[in-house]
């Protein structure tokens, strides 16, 4: 047995022989969470593969239930979380969620968006230690899970690097991603949809280096694996081919002290190099342009830069910019710039409020539009209204900020301290 409390206080003991064994879903009929683990620990696996590991509220609510039965167990030293195929998460399952609006049922979406944001929050306060393994494509409501962990382990695995909103399949799930050759992959490209930075996005977005949340949140860039640890999104970086080796090891591990876990995962530690292309190369035009006070602002500032350097890159920005949902651009600013101030559970609830506001289609039928033309009808000609920045006053974006009707339920989260070893390791 484990001695674990609450003050951090970890005493290891030692179990005798390990053996890895599967834990059957009863609840899941489908199988979209698998559960792995030997004495002292479990792994748990995302199992939609064909659709990037999408996530949906049975699994959000199984998820919850396994991993407040782990917290209680004092046999169980840490936990750990991966995605099944060539994906960690690509976030909610988008398609059905405009399938679900389309047909009226507003209240089951909203209930994935709070089961979603109260299981971050849970995981942003857990008291034992979490390994995230983003060996894929990893963004929106898959990111939201995966940061809040204690440590996330990215990779160069080749995956899908190139955004892609054109196909789903027939049960009307969606793919972001199409499959080139490319390196594994953080995004958050809600804007292109209507849709905002969530998840507890406005949380971590804000607290990046610079003004490198705004730049992600409006232009829906996205961040390799090197990329992600350059910023504190990702603990440790390390080659594909090592995943398993590092599995097995952390299988073998008879502690749940947070430090030995992190040596155990740093002996598999690559060297990751910045490429000649990141991000990070342009950082002093993203602080210039992205620091600026409006969105109409930033664009300009990015037409000066493209007009004065003729840098192919600032127009493939201010193309992302332009493609996207108007609104969406002013609101997703609005909310990252206010999580600067904001701890996660504010800007948890800050964002439900948008995202309901988002779902019920009474200010605005962007996202609904927005995943029709880039993922249902696939005609990439959203028609969004307002069609343009200088159409939305600011009593329109305010609205989307005020708080819920008398009606309605403003998202409720439950008091949690979170351990010493997460504050010190987390965004």
Known sequence: MLSFTRKGCYVPRFFGIRRTRSFSNNTLSDSSVLVEGNESS?????????????????????????????????????????????AFCSGGDIVSFYDMIRKGNIEECKEFFSTLYEFI???????????AVL????????????????????????TAAALDLRSHDGGGAKRWWSGVGGVEVFATPETLIGLHPD???SFRLSRLPGYLGEFLGLTGSRLNGAEMV????????SHSRNV?????????????DPCVIESCIHNFNDLNHLDKNSVFRRMKTINKCFSLDTVEEIIEALEREAAKTHDQWCY???????????????????????????????????????????VSCQISRDFCEGVRARMVDKDFAPKWNPPSLEHISYDMVDEYFSPLGAFESELELSTRKPEPFHEQIRI
């Not at 609510?61 to 840490?78: G, M, Q, T, V």
């Not at 929050?121 to 390994?131: D, E, R």
């Not at 060996?135 to 080749?158: L, N, Q, S, Y």
């Not at 332009?322 to 651009?329: D, G, I, T, V, Y």
Request: hydrophobic content about 40%; some cysteine.
């Open 316 to 358: 493939s920005m201010l193309k992302n910019i332009k493609n996207a949902s108007p609104l969406s651009l002013k609101v997703s600013l609005r909310s990252i710039r206010e999580g600067r101030f904001q701890t996660l559970d504010q800007c948890l609830i800050r964002e439900y409020r948008l995202t309901s506001r988002v």
């Open 121 to 131: 929050y849970f995981l942003s306060t857990y008291i034992k230690p979490q390994v």
């Open 135 to 158: 060996d894929g494509v990893t963004m929106g409501g898959g990111a939201g899970v995966a940061i809040p962990e204690t440590f996330r382990v990215a990779t160069d695995k080749t």
């Open 230 to 237: 350059a910023c504190g999104l990702a603990t440790h970086y």
């Open 42 to 86: 479990r792994t748990v696996i995302l199992n939609r593969p064909s659709v990037l590991n999408a996530l949906n509220t049975p699994m959000l609510n199984k998820l919850h239930k396994l991993y407040k039965s782990w917290e209680d167990n004092p046999d169980i030293a840490f936990v750990v979380m991966k995605g099944s195929g060539r």
């Open 199 to 201: 998840a507890g996005a």
């Open 244 to 256: 398993l080796a590092i599995e097995e090891s952390l299988n073998n591990l008879i502690t749940n």
